[in-house]
């Protein structure tokens, strides 16, 4: 008899079976009970959370013939329980639409579904990845859908929710299906082990529960591989060799490579992890979930059951992950992740993960900025500060040439140009702005003969670099005045 992976053997065969997804369970179970069953129903979620198996489980449930009509508890013992389960149901007809995707096979679907079932009390249609079904067939199926014959049920599935256009999701009632977290899959696998009479270290089904990432289907995957590996024994040991993690010796040396500054010796643990067997996107997913065990470590504490590892390599990694703070564990994944991504897509991935592992030891952004300030000699921070803070007095600046020799003002009660001319004055006897001066109040300036003239943009900016023009300038709104007003206005 041929062997049966453990994904097909152990598939959930009623509601109370499913594992992770209690309340969706719940709610199916509850309106076939009240007699609510809607005509469509939309099932998403990431893959192997269960979706196709409630699916099957839901078409059981309401053509079960142990039952005089839809029930809660199919028997998963007559022929069509059986049929369903195996996917040979004339009644229950399982559509892939990644291969099933064009209007044609949508208007057969339609012109099937206006005929009774052979059996069975309803005539139940499967669509699996629906959002492969292109825009055509999507409009074909949406009458059907919205008011299908009596004896038509549609189950919808996606992993991707978003590509499903409004109208359909609209049509249906939908449930989401949640990621299975690792305490529920440690149970399944360990309930799994316990029937197939095998022995397993804890530490193996933790391990195996979170390396699915919430894929019950995953899980039973790992474990089928364990179980060729190891037999009828599985230990932390087997795991590590059909598994290996992030936590093997190069990566450690590579850790150490960078807390010492040391690029050399990075790179070469970086050449020994590749030509080991690692491609360049499996480095940086393994050195990412090395880095995640050292900032749990460093956080939460050496006892934190956030990861799993034995005693002795926990007391290592512990010791490691002093080497650096929070920060820099965070600094450390976002620019491991970032290459991963470039990597995927380069042709030249090796000195991506060769520049990476440079900057990472020669990156001086570990250091934490108050740290860095600390160890600033109090006396050089003191004069730094003093000559970063600018005088409070202003000297007008000493030129040899006026900056405005001749300026044309045109004003609209004189029809002849007047001159306005710059004296310049001696560095002794020109005036000095100090705090009084800077402080006067801009609430009651002195009556100015201002006029108004049309000066190039070059000229201003030149004559507002004198202070006392700057300063005058800023008190009447930036425009052009006689300077001969403005000092003798100042020397009073």
Wanted: glycine share 6%.
């Amino acid at each position: 008899m041929a062997y049966e992976v453990l994904a097909r053997k152990y598939r959930s065969r009623d509601f109370g079976e499913i594992v992770g997804q209690g309340a969706i369970a719940t709610t199916l179970k509850n309106a076939i009970e009240m007699g609510r069953i809607h005509h469509g129903y939309l099932f998403t979620g990431t893959r192997g959370v269960g979706k196709t198996s409630m699916a099957r489980i839901l078409a059981k449930a309401l053509n079960c013939h142990k039952s005089d009509g839809p029930t809660a508890s199919p028997c998963s013992e007559c022929e069509s329980c059986s049929r369903i389960a195996e996917g040979s149901d004339l009644d229950v007809v399982e559509i892939d639409a990644a291969s099933n995707t064009g209007v044609d096979n949508i208007r057969e679907l339609r012109s099937n579904a206006a005929f009774r079932p052979a059996r069975s009390r309803f005539k139940v249609y499967i669509i699996d990845e629906v959002h492969m079904l292109s825009s055509g067939a999507f409009n074909a199926l949406l009458k059907t859908l919205e008011e299908p014959p009596e004896h038509v049920k549609f189950i919808l599935a996606t992993t991707e929710t978003h590509k499903v256009p409004a109208t359909i999701q609209s049509r249906c009632q939908r449930f989401d299906f949640r990621s299975i977290s690792p305490a529920d899959i440690g149970e399944q696998l360990q309930s799994i082990l316990d029937r197939e009479e095998i022995t397993a270290d804890p530490i193996v089904v933790r391990r195996v529960s979170r390396a699915a990432n919430g894929s019950m289907r995953d899980a039973l995957s790992l474990l089928d591989q364990l179980l060729a590996y190891g037999a009828s024994n599985l230990t932390a040991e087997t795991i590590e060799d059909v598994l290996p993690g992030g936590h093997d010796e190069t990566l450690s040396s590579l850790v150490d490579a960078i807390a010492q500054h040391d690029a050399a010796t990075a790179l070469e643990c970086v050449d020994r992890s590749l030509v080991s067997g690692y491609t360049p996107e499996r480095f940086c997913e393994s050195f990412i979930e090395y880095a995640r065990t050292l900032m749990i470590l460093a956080i939460c504490g050496g006892e934190s059951e956030l990861i799993d590892l034995a005693g002795s390599q926990r007391e290592q990694l512990v010791a490691q992950a002093s080497s650096f703070d929070a920060a820099s564990y965070v600094y450390m994944i976002g620019l491991l992740e970032e290459t991963r991504r470039r990597v995927k897509a380069s042709s030249a991935p090796r000195p991506l993960i060769d520049a990476v592992a440079v900057r990472l030891a020669l990156a001086e952004s570990f250091i934490d900025v108050s740290d860095a300030i600390e160890k600033l000699d109090p006396g050089e921070t003191a004069t730094q500060t003093k000559q970063a803070t600018p005088s409070k007095k202003k000297v007008a600046k000493p030129e040899t040439k006026s900056p405005i020799q001749e300026a044309n003002v045109s004003s609209p009660r004189r029809s002849k140009p007047v001159t306005s001319t710059v004296v310049e004055t001696p560095v002794a006897e020109r005036p000095v702005i100090d705090e009084e001066v800077a402080e006067l109040p801009p609430t009651k300036p002195r009556k100015v003969d201002r006029r108004v003239g049309s000066v190039s943009a070059e000229a201003k900016r030149k004559m507002s670099q004198r202070p006392l023009v700057r300063r005058v300038l800023e008190q009447s709104g930036g425009t052009l005045i006689d300077v001969h007003k403005v000092d003798a206005t100042v020397e009073e």
